[in-house]
């Protein structure tokens, strides 16, 4: 398993989009907000890794 980071570029209701910054990409993932830190905003940076999110910073 693998170690991926992400921001938080957009929040839409009970999901929102993930960008790669790990990597060079302009794909967007969505996520369901109940997989996600529950503090999260927009401009937020996660860390995924053993199928959790970890809030960084």
């Known amino acids: 398993m ?3 980071y992400y921001e938080v570029v957009s929040i839409d ?3 929102a989009n993930l960008k790669r910054t ?3 990409s ?3 993932k969505l996520v369901a907000r109940a ?3 529950p503090e999260i ?3 937020s940076e996660l ?3 053993m199928m ?3 809030l960084i910073k």
């Open 22 to 24: 790990d990597i060079e």
């Open 41 to 43: 905003v927009e401009g």
């Open 26 to 28: 302009d794909d967007l």
């Open 35 to 37: 997989l996600l830190p």
């Open 2 to 4: 693998g170690t991926w």
């Open 13 to 15: 209701g009970d999901y």
């Open 47 to 49: 860390k995924y890794e």
């Open 52 to 54: 959790q999110y970890e």
